[in-house]
């Protein structure tokens, strides 16, 4: 079973700066088969990309992703304040697994 | 628009069953994949189980495995998830999720979009 490891818990961060947050999966074998999702509290997730690296249609473009293999990374390039979140990445290709997540929280 | 709306959580004690429903609307459901995944209180995401557009194919997170069935009725866009011999470590908001194929038929594996979940507390 894949088990995916997101780094850091939690990372702290003011509007306008860069976040990198970062997903390592136990093994490689579902490589590029990798999405992101933001939750806000008291909402249900909200895809922000796909194929590791493919924007979900109307996320703005300050999102990106990044990565294969085993190690993937979600770029928020400037942070504003509706992006202060719980951020988890998933893989599929075979059965569905989850992160831990990452919260983004306001320095 | 897409949209997903869950019922059928609730309170139940452990051992008893629940069966909870999702009606879905704004596209052809019976194109596409569908899933459920649970959100235990101040906790991450969980698979718990999807099922191909025809029904013909099923999966399920071990833990689950052998209690709950997932099914749907393409006639009535609704998806379904009997959920029997109940634990407290069910205890989660379930969110019934679209699979996030772009092509009918298909399938992707990410989920887009999901409802608004239902809560099933386990417990005596």
């Known amino acids: 079973e894949i088990v995916l490891a997101q780094s850091p818990g939690t990372l702290s961060l003011s509007p306008g700066e860069r976040a990198t947050l970062s997903c390592r999966a136990s093994q490689g074998g579902s490589s590029g088969y990798l999405a992101w999702y933001q939750q806000k509290p008291g909402q249900a997730p909200r895809l922000l990309i796909y194929g590791a690296s493919s924007r979900s249609p109307g996320i703005p473009d300050r999102f990106s992703g990044s990565g294969s293999g085993t190690d993937y990374t979600l770029t928020i390039s400037r942070l504003e304040p509706e992006d202060f979140a719980v951020y988890y990445c998933q893989q599929y290709g075979s059965s569905p697994v989850f992160g831990q997540g990452t919260k983004v929280e306001i320095k | 628009e897409v949209q997903l709306v869950e019922s059928g959580g609730g309170l139940v004690q452990p051992g008893r069953s629940l069966r909870l429903s999702c009606a879905a609307s704004g596209f052809t459901f019976d194109d596409y994949a569908m899933h459920w995944v649970r959100q235990a209180p101040g906790k991450g995401l969980e698979w718990v189980s999807g099922?191909?557009?025809?029904?013909?194919?099923?999966g399920y997170v071990d833990s689950v495995k052998g209690r709950f069935t997932i099914s749907r009725d393409n006639a009535k866009n609704s998806l379904y998830l009997q959920m029997n011999s109940l634990r407290p470590e069910d205890t989660a908001l379930y969110y019934c999720?679209?699979?996030?194929?772009?092509?009918?038929?298909?399938?992707?594996?990410?989920?887009?979009?999901w409802g608004q979940g239902t809560l099933v507390t386990v417990s005596s």
């Open positions: 999720v679209k699979d996030g194929a772009e092509e009918a038929g298909s399938e992707a594996g990410w989920f887009d979009p």
């Open positions: 099922i191909s557009w025809d029904g013909g194919r099923v």
